[in-house]
């Protein structure tokens, strides 16, 4: 209040409440006449009124301005990173985790720890990388600069699933992995985090042609980016039904 005051702000509130309250009590105390009670109080309400009608006038220019914001060209370095997100900290409580990539080997490597730690809390990790004895490799061979020969990526597959299948095996492991091979190179790789919950996250990555440039990547949230998100969801769907399951030994608890 005081500081509404020292700024002269919302003035009118305050005077409107200081004559209910002063008009009120002296009706109550039968000082001043029911008539003069009355017009004070038809003046109150006109009061408020001009407040009203300046509280509107402020919100629509408020929805104007909003709005021209949100229609303005945005530029796209707003939009895309040059940067695949760290994760660590999104999977932190995360109960629901899914990736999608070429061959993940880097990327499962670098979360290893992350992913134990959510595996043994009870977390469901779904994995969808190339199938190497498909056509795949030799797809990504053709997009791919400096790489000459699709045994490249076999080694790689390998690798990352024989690390989740060693995650799903340690003793105390309490969550479920699952894996499948595409028979082609996906367009973008994902990362997705509780992407069914209101606080989901998708995270996309775009993947290049014959370029060793950082590939861009952006971020979609369930709680903002409705349409979107439903569609980006939705292709890992796809990508998920595509692809053949790789058996694992079963967890050891």
Request: charged share 20%.
């Amino acid at each position: 209040m005081w500081t509404d005051l020292v700024l002269a702000r919302n003035l009118e509130i305050y005077v409107t409440v200081a004559l209910s309250l002063t008009f009120g009590v002296l009706g109550i105390l039968d000082v001043v006449e029911p008539r003069a009670v009355a017009a004070a109080t038809l003046g109150t309400l006109a009061l408020l009124a001009v407040s009203n009608v300046g509280s509107r006038h402020r919100l629509d220019d408020l929805t104007r301005s909003v709005n021209a914001a949100v229609q303005a060209d945005v530029p796209i370095d707003r939009v895309l990173a040059v940067k695949a997100p760290a994760l660590d900290d999104d999977l932190r409580a995360a109960t629901d985790i899914r990736l999608v990539g070429v061959t993940l080997s880097r990327t499962v490597r670098d979360l290893v720890g992350s992913l134990d730690r959510r595996l043994r809390a009870g977390a469901v990790l779904r994995v969808v990388v190339i199938d190497p004895d498909s056509s795949a490799p030799l797809q990504a061979v053709a997009r791919t600069l400096g790489v000459t020969s699709p045994a490249f990526y076999q080694p790689r597959v390998a690798s990352t699933i024989d690390i989740l299948a060693a995650l799903g095996s340690l003793p105390g492991s309490a969550g479920r992995i699952e894996i499948r091979l595409l028979p082609y190179v996906p367009t973008f790789g994902m990362y997705l985090v509780d992407p069914q919950t209101p606080d989901g996250r998708i995270y996309v990555e775009l993947y290049q042609h014959r370029s060793l440039k950082p590939n861009p990547c952006f971020n979609l949230r369930a709680d903002r980016d409705g349409r979107w998100y439903a569609f980006f969801l939705e292709q890992f769907d796809i990508l998920w039904d595509s692809a053949r399951p790789v058996p694992l030994a079963p967890t050891i608890s």
